[in-house]
């Protein structure tokens, strides 16, 4: 690889490192050659979200007790605080309770819609079917949001308080001791090209040293993975698990609209064969969020998520719903953790710890994980805080006393109730055995049980899919506007951009390594045994398999193409690809969704 010519820094502006872009070659960037400016802070927290502006938060809360201030950064890869969050959302207040006492007092705060009842409904083709629902699903107390308004808002209180919050700056690897401990972050370079030269644009990342580190990225983010295959931090917890989440929000006919009403249906688009369900969550000013969970153990290759969410709409409730002067304004999608107390992870490495969806502490059965999430972050800070307190000079922040508080707190009872509810669809009896277990367990066992239902076979999502040829093709509608559009109208609705030219940053890659020979197999396998699931099966419309005879990457006439300037961040791709080979990495800082409503 080529040296790069780059100047030393002469300027910390803000805290991005600046260069003469004059004297910057157009050459191969090496980063065994770069200097980077290294900023120390007391804590580093990777991700703008509920559960890491809730640690920030909290830390500036116990700095009277310290006796001292403390440098608190939080790194966010949105362009914007909650620019790429997305979820149902229903919040259940009782770790921003705990938080902010006093948030109902204050003018701006977003839980202007409280949920008013709650519903669950079978759908079959034609019909809709009121059912029970699970006590743990009750909404009585709990808010209707935007969770983008809602971290956005917690961002504000953060900066207040005196918070050092940077959006646009994309935690995107490890920094590493002498020891091997963590010993905070670097941000991604900014200003290569698409094959990694410098453009004149070119700033190198940014190390971000702190000590202790705080990794809230939300699910299966990419510094995460990587920690938890470092330290081995899986080794007595089961695989993490995901479900696809796509979601819209409409602004429907005021004949159409009730607020505070919460639905949720199970049956009809899915087959009996696959997890899932669907949700409408009537928002605040006329607004009403709905959207469609699907388990990415689902085995048929041929299934498209996009297309069984458009095609869930025009079942007649959801056409009902969506009648008369209806207008839909947002889209996306995000994978979430469905693994529960089972794929909880040792949460705390040598520097540091992983929150939130880092760590994974959805309830399923609720179909929540805000609360846990934020709860979990105030425990990692009173950790943090401890660990302040003390001589610095022993070592790597020891975070072990955090994991040993989640374990008695309520978030850990809270998982604990429904540890097997999830897991029951993967026994022998199979989804309605699922359905028949769960509804046994959540009514009456709340948990109380002897056993625990473990992934013993340690079966991934990705490990799920079964190949193409016990399947037949679905035979989807197609689009039927203003009710379903094709994937790239409701990708506008995103408003998602990342500079065209820079690296991609969904490789294909294994064990380290990516070649015009590894993609090649890539292709072959995922062509010719799950009739290229990718191309179906991502959100965004990133993946094609293209016709291509002359491609030296390319099998029997097809390669793989990856519009990588379409992704919402999903990352489902990462979860699900059969073959395991593609990796999610963060691009350029500020590049991905704009969301503002979900």
């Known amino acids: 690889m080529l040296a790069c010519t780059v100047l030393r820094p002469r300027i910390l502006n803000f805290n991005r490192l600046l260069h003469s872009s004059s004297r910057v070659n157009r050459q191969l960037f090496d980063p065994s050659t770069v200097e980077r400016v290294s900023e120390d802070a007391d804590v580093c927290i990777v991700g703008a979200g509920p559960a890491g502006l809730s640690t920030a938060i909290r830390l500036k809360q116990l700095e009277q007790k310290l006796g001292k201030e403390l440098r608190v950064v939080v790194l966010e890869k949105g362009a914007e605080v909650g620019s790429h969050i997305l979820s149902g959302a229903v919040i259940e207040p009782r770790a921003l309770d705990e938080l902010l006492p006093d948030w109902a007092l204050r003018d701006d705060h977003p839980l202007t819609q409280s949920a008013t009842s709650s519903h669950m409904r079978f759908l079959t083709k034609s019909l809709s079917i009121p059912i029970p629902h699970p006590p743990q699903m009750s909404n009585q107390g709990n808010y209707i949001v935007s969770l983008s308004r809602f971290a956005a808002w917690l961002g504000n209180i953060a900066e207040e308080m005196g918070v050092e919050v940077y959006p646009g700056f994309a935690g995107a690897g490890v920094v590493y001791a002498d020891d091997g401990s963590v010993a905070g972050v670097r941000t991604n370079e900014v200003g290569l090209d698409k094959i990694g030269c410098l453009k004149e644009s070119f700033e190198p990342g940014m190390e971000f040293r702190a000590k202790v580190t705080l990794i809230a990225e939300g699910a299966h983010g990419s510094i995460a993975k990587e920690l938890i295959q470092n330290f081995d931090l899986r080794q007595n ?6 479900g696809i989440g796509l979601k819209e929000v409409w602004r429907v006919d005021p004949t159409q609209y009730r607020p505070g009403e919460v639905v949720h249906t199970m049956g009809w688009p899915l087959d009996f064969r696959t997890y899932g369900g669907g949700w409408v969550y009537h928002m605040a000013d006329g607004l009403v969020s709905l959207g469609l969970v699907i388990g990415l153990d689902y085995a048929n290759p041929y299934l498209s998520p996009y297309k069984e969410f458009q095609r ?35 949460l705390h490495f040598p520097g540091g710890a992983l929150v939130g969806c880092s ?4 309830n399923i059965a609720k179909i929540k994980g805000t609360h846990n999430a ?6 990692a800070a009173e950790a943090a805080a401890a660990v302040l307190s003390q001589d610095s000079s022993s070592g790597p922040a020891d975070m072990s006393q955090y994991e040993t508080a989640l374990k008695n707190s309520w978030v850990w009872s809270d998982l604990n109730e429904v540890r097997n509810l999830r897991e029951s669809f993967h026994t022998p009896l199979g989804i309605w055995g699922g359905i028949m277990y769960s509804g046994v367990d959540s009514l ?8 625990t239902f473990r992934n013993r076979a340690r079966l991934t999502d990705a490990q799920h899919t079964q190949p193409a040829y016990r399947f037949h093709p679905i035979n989807y509608p197609p689009p039927q506007p203003p009710l379903s559009t094709d994937l790239l109208t409701s990708l ?8 065209e030219d820079q690296p991609v940053h969904l490789r294909v890659r294994k064990d380290g390594g990516e070649d015009n020979a590894l993609r090649k197999l890539h292709v072959q396998r995922n062509v010719s045994e799950y009739a290229g699931l990718l191309q ?13 005879e002359t491609a030296a990457d390319g099998w029997n006439g097809h390669k793989l193409v990856i519009n990588s300037q379409n992704c919402i961040h999903c990352k489902l791709c990462d979860i699900k690809v059969p073959t395991q080979d593609i990796t999610w990495t963060v691009p350029e800082g500020g590049g991905g969704p704009k969301y503002t409503i979900t």
């Open 536 to 548: 179906r099966a991502c959100p965004a419309g990133v993946y094609e398999y293209v016709e291509d």
């Open 359 to 362: 760590a994974g502490f959805v």
């Open 312 to 346: 869930m709409k025009h079942h007649p409730y959801f056409a009902q719903l969506l009648s008369g002067n209806s207008t839909r304004i947002a889209y996306g999608a995000r994978s979430l953790n469905e693994g529960g107390l089972q794929s909880v992870p040792q």
């Open 374 to 379: 934020m709860k979990s972050g105030m425990l």
């Open 492 to 499: 506008t609705l995103t408003g998602t951009n990342h500079a």
């Open 237 to 242: 917890s089961d695989p993490q698990t995901y």
């Open 444 to 451: 009456l066992l709340k948990g109380r049980t002897p056993w």
